[in-house]
């Protein structure tokens, strides 16, 4: 009897044992498992971390990419506001020296003519000599071919002219004489009227 309650408890012990070690190891491989399950999602979804300094770090990248084009846009609309400056102070330099140009045009026109008003106009003393006034007179007219109208002006009462006499500029009005030898009987659009010393008249047309 003894014998027998010996073996059953024998068995029971040895029963248990196995219990124990498989329990222990499907405990162990579960905590394996649980473990790479673990590593491989890590692996997979990298942390939040890791995810907000790589954000970080790109935006780092972008950044001075950013700030460069900005910097060239800057730069290229300077460029571009100087260059319009420059054409600017280029104009305005034309149109000052445009104006010069006609200032000294007006003022060497008007020495002219106060030096043609100050000769004198064919009304001069005549030589005692015989022959002497007859002489004088012819060696004053003007041939067409030594004259040539430059510029008319007409505008309402105001009728100007410019004349170029053997290579030299006279400005002139209706009634002004131009080296003591032309006096302007009248100006019009197609040409000048002119009186010469003996009386006789000389037309001249624009298109000469």
Do not use: H, W
């Not at 014998?3 to 579960?30: H, Q, S, T």
């Not at 907000?52 to 506001?81: H, T």
């Not at 330099?93 to 100050?118: G, H, N, P, V």
């Not at 003591?180 to 000048?192: D, H, M, N, P, R």
Request: hydrophobic share 40%.
């Amino acid at each position: 009897m003894r014998r027998l309650l010996f073996l059953v408890l024998f068995f029971m012990a040895v029963a248990g044992f196995k219990y124990v070690y498989c329990e222990d190891n499907i405990l162990a491989v579960d905590v394996v498992n649980n473990k790479q399950k673990a590593l491989t999602q890590e692996n997979k979804f990298p942390s939040k971390d890791e995810n907000s300094v790589k954000a970080e770090a790109l935006a780092e990248e972008v950044k001075p990419l950013d700030d460069s084009e900005q910097d060239f846009e800057k730069i290229k609309a300077y460029r571009e506001a100087l260059e319009n400056k420059q054409n600017e102070l280029e104009v305005i330099k034309l149109d000052l020296e445009k104006s010069d140009l006609m200032l000294k045009k007006r003022q060497a026109e008007k020495e002219i003519f106060e030096i043609d008003k100050s000769l004198p106009q064919g009304k001069a003393e005549v030589s005692s000599l015989p022959g002497s006034s007859a002489q004088g007179v012819k060696d004053s007219l003007v041939d067409a071919s030594d004259i040539k109208i430059q510029l008319l002006l007409i505008a309402g009462d105001l009728k100007e002219g410019q004349v170029i006499l053997k290579n030299a500029p006279y400005s002139f009005k209706e009634g002004d004489t131009i080296a003591s030898k032309l006096t302007a009987e009248k100006i019009e659009s197609s040409g000048v009227i002119f009186k010469q010393p003996d009386g006789s008249i000389l037309k001249l047309n624009f298109i000469n």
